[in-house]
T-cell receptor, first 112, second 116 residues
Framework: AQSVTQLDSQVPVFEEAPVELRCNYS??????LFWYVQYPNQGLQLLLK??????LVKGINGFEAEFNKSQTSFHLRKPSVHISDTAEYFC??????????FGAGTTVTVRA | GAVVSQHPSWVICKSGTSVKIECRSL??????MFWYRQFPKQSLMLMAT?????????EQGVEKDKFLINHASLTLSTLTVTSAHPEDSSFYIC????????????FGPGTRLTVT
């Protein structure tokens, strides 16, 4: 069975500083990996996804993530955050592209 | 493209009544729709998967008689919370997928249910 662990529940960060959100997954087969962002009282928006190929994936709003198969990780990074990046971030895994399993989420709070 | 809507966005109902939430794919046909539940400050938990024209598949621990799911067309799925109780208060989110082999799910904006 697939599972996802987000290692940081809350990440406070100053505006224009870099941020990294850590995600580890567990699966016995090949997986698809996703990062989603959720703003208060809204649904989920896809930031980026890894299906295959290059391990460095670039997404929207300046985010990128790196897939590391040996470490079963898919960490999300942004070199310079804005106040508007304050949100909840979810890492998700899908075996064979079917059901999504979500991590517990990481709350990012950007301060001026 | 790939827009999913939910209606209503917010609903309050009295304990013991039923409430229906609609999930629509606006610009594509959704062969599969998923229903999630999210408690405050928590992650999304998959409740059920519905394929157009067939019965929904519920996740373990989800009461199928309480959470009725109907996927009557390729653009509409409904979740009916029957005999709602305060513990059913939650944020319900649907998502839709374009095909059996499609990997990506498109999420609706969610419905906030409060049972008084």
């Amino acid at each position: 069975a697939q599972s996802v662990t987000q290692l940081d529940s809350q990440v406070p960060v100053f505006e224009e500083a870099p941020v990294e959100l850590r995600c580890n997954y567990s699966s016995s087969v090949s997986v698809y990996l996703f990062w989603y962002v959720q703003y208060p009282n809204q649904g989920l928006q896809l930031l980026l996804k890894y299906l295959s190929g290059s391990t460095l994936v670039k997404g929207i709003n300046g985010f990128e993530a790196e897939f590391n198969k040996s470490q079963t990780s898919f960490h999300l990074r942004k070199p310079s955050v804005h106040i508007s990046d304050t949100a909840e971030y979810f890492c998700a895994v899908s075996e064979r592209g079917y059901k999504l399993s979500f991590g517990a989420g990481t709350t990012v709070t950007v301060r001026a | 493209g790939a827009v999913v809507s939910q209606h209503p966005s917010w609903v309050i109902c009295k304990s013991g009544t039923s409430v229906k939430i609609e999930c629509r794919s606006l610009d594509f046909q959704a062969t599969t729709m998923f229903w999630y539940r999210q408690f405050p400050k928590q992650s999304l938990m998959l409740m059920a998967t519905s394929n157009e024209g067939s019965k929904a598949t519920y996740e373990q621990g989800v009461e199928k008689d309480k959470f009725l799911i109907n996927h009557a067309s390729l653009t509409l799925s409904t979740l009916t919370v029957t005999s709602a109780h305060p513990e059913d208060s939650s944020f319900y989110i649907c998502s839709a997928r374009t095909g059996i082999t499609s990997y990506e799910q498109y999420f609706g904006p969610g419905t906030r249910l409060t049972v008084t």
